[in-house]
């Protein structure tokens, strides 16, 4: 009964788009959908509204209302351009930046959006081509506008795309504006509400000006000029995935001094079918497989992958057999925050007000570096809006040194406030030259981190679940998660769990029951065990999957140790990976 009542409504919805003012092409998608005897499309199509999550809209691209096309983008930009005119009633001018990745209909959507802005007086800044999302988030500071947003799907599938809305801190919207957001989206009730003939009198074309403003922005971040100068031709590969980061990266980098940069001229071309990878994610290794082979046929020590937004960055290193590693997101996050720690204090720039951020589900590790090195760490949701919500806070107050998450995204400085992939190769290249004047490796200086603090290996798996039976069933996941609590994992018992959507920890040594603080609650399950491992469980907010991070520590005394501690930790992940039958 309850599938025929949901066919029925989304058959109800369906017969109202071919009612409606659409155009010809989308009424006949629709058509096509309610003539087929396999209704699973059209339910996925109309079963919902597209939300925002941790990233923002984003959905596969179609027709329906629960897919990316023109009037979704309309009806989005209409309920963020009348929320804008009420939030800001009292300003002469309310201005606004969009931008866009490589991705199919990307520029359609960008331009969409600005006639709409426009045709609803809103003053627009429209990138003359794509760009990375952290210009952006820049562009919105600089120019002193209210909101902004970027069309991306940042690292998903090529047959999605994507909407982020920024508020006028250049961070991406949280509540209340996100429901408020939301609230007036749902108040159109017919395409005939969204204006869609723009001012062109409002729309102003930015680009290049932008571009070297930005870049001097970077330039400003480098700690170890020096090191630059001596290593200035470190041969590294660079590839933007076909993506936006070819239009600041490679500047980026030769700005800040370095001179070898190798690229991969296939994936150079820009497109949103991503030709040459299976996925345009860094995460994936596959996606960093030709600039691998080109850094090989060329001798080069680094590989950076940027995905086709520009704010996610993969990294590849030389390990002490000359052979090409892969350097995941945690571990990058080490990296990049045991430098920015240990070079500021060699410069005496310490003054006991910095701090630095990760998400919960980020290595704990950068918990023992920052407690050493007495720089205070904030832990916030996944989702970089919350690290810019951390960041907002405290600003004038304390300093913001760096800060991540473990889906390869880092923000080092706070001039942008969503995680920036531009900075992040310039940074990382930066390491590289100051690691190398210190007679190391990027492989050794991982080593050496380790060594110090502490052996740490994590693994991250997702489950994809698509669809409507998908979200039921990771919904069910959760529940049987919350009702029948692990005890133990790896063998070591549980003895510490954290539940957000509920804001509780229980301490099950102490047998306490513990508020949490944050600024909201979020769908998301941790578990601690007496010998440090930890496990977190949470629904993807972007993609249809159920996500599990599993953490595991152990403790090296030499370099010859290493592997041995790699193997036991390994050992000890697959046994929980066993226990959860991932």
């Not at 629960?66 to 309310?94: C, W």
């Not at 250049?170 to 957001?181: E, T, W």
């Not at 036991?568 to 226990?579: L, M, P, S």
């Amino acid at each position: 009964m309850q599938e025929e009542t949901l066919l029925a409504q989304v058959t109800d919805r369906a017969l109202s788009w071919l009612k409606g003012n659409y155009d010809a092409e989308t009424k006949d998608e629709v058509q096509r959908m309610l003539d087929n005897d396999d209704k699973s499309k059209l339910i996925d199509a109309f079963y919902k509204d597209l939300e925002f999550g941790t990233g923002g809209l984003r959905g596969i691209m179609g027709a329906g209302s629960n897919r990316m096309n023109i009037y979704t983008v309309g009806s989005a930009t209409q309920g963020l351009s009348n929320y804008l005119k009420e939030e800001f009633a009292g300003l002469d001018e309310i201005k606004v930046v969009i931008g866009h990745d490589c991705r199919n209909n990307s520029r359609k959507f960008a331009e969409i959006s600005a006639d709409i802005f426009s045709a609803n007086g809103i003053k627009v800044y429209l990138f003359e081509h794509l760009r990375p999302t952290p210009e952006v988030s820049y562009a919105i500071r600089k120019l002193g506008c209210q909101s902004g947003i970027m069309i991306t799907a940042s690292h998903n599938p090529k047959e999605y795309n994507g909407y982020k809305a920024y508020w006028n801190d250049g961070a991406q919207v949280l509540g209340p504006h996100d429901k408020n957001i939301i609230a007036e989206v749902n108040r159109i009730s017919s395409v005939d509400d969204i204006r869609f003939e723009g001012n062109k009198r409002l729309i102003e074309i930015i680009g290049k000006d932008m571009d070297r403003a930005f870049i001097e922005e970077v330039k400003k971040l480098i700690l170890s000029p020096e090191a630059i100068e001596r290593h200035h031709d470190i041969k590294m590969v660079f590839t933007p995935i076909h993506g936006a980061s070819i239009t600041l990266v490679p500047d980026a980098l030769k700005a800040v001094g370095f001179t070898n940069i190798i690229r991969v001229p296939e994936q150079d071309v820009i497109s949103g079918d991503f030709p040459t990878v299976i996925s345009p994610n860094p995460e994936e290794p596959a996606a960093l497989d030709m600039a691998i082979k080109k850094a090989e046929e060329t001798g080069a020590e680094l590989v950076m992958a940027t995905d086709p937004d520009g704010d996610r960055i993969g990294t590849a290193i030389r390990d002490d057999d000359g052979n090409f590693m892969l350097v995941n997101g945690n571990q990058t996050m080490l990296i990049y925050l045991y430098y920015l720690m240990t070079k500021r204090a060699e410069l005496g720039l310490l003054t006991g007000k910095e701090y630095v951020v990760k998400t919960i589900v980020t290595t704990e590790l950068v918990k023992d570096i920052a407690t050493k090195n007495g720089i205070e760490i904030f832990d916030c949701y996944t989702g970089f809006k919350w690290i810019a919500d951390i960041i907002r806070k405290n600003e004038g107050v304390k300093k913001y040194i760096g800060g991540g998450e473990e889906s390869y995204g880092f923000l080092a400085g706070d001039f942008v406030r969503d995680k920036d992939a531009v900075s992040a190769c310039t940074l990382f290249a930066e390491i590289a030259a100051w690691a190398k004047d210190r007679g190391k490796t990027m492989y050794q200086l991982l080593q050496d981190i380790y060594l110090e603090y502490g052996y740490s290996k994590e693994v991250g798996i997702s489950l994809v679940r698509k669809g409507k039976e998908g979200a039921d069933e990771i919904e069910a996941m959760m529940k049987n998660f919350r009702n029948n609590p692990m005890k133990s994992l790896g063998g070591s018992p549980v003895t510490f769990t954290k539940d957000f959507a509920k804001l509780e920890a229980v301490d099950y040594v102490h047998n306490e029951h513990i508020a949490i603080e944050m600024p909201t609650t979020s769908n998301v399950l941790q578990y601690f065990t007496e010998e440090g491992t930890k496990l977190s469980v949470r629904p993807s907010g972007t993609e249809p999957k159920i996500k599990f991070y599993i953490e595991v520590r152990g403790s090296v005394k030499s370099r010859e140790d290493l592997t041995r501690t790699e193997n036991e930790v390994n050992d000890r992940i697959n046994d929980i990976r066993q226990e959860l039958g991932i």
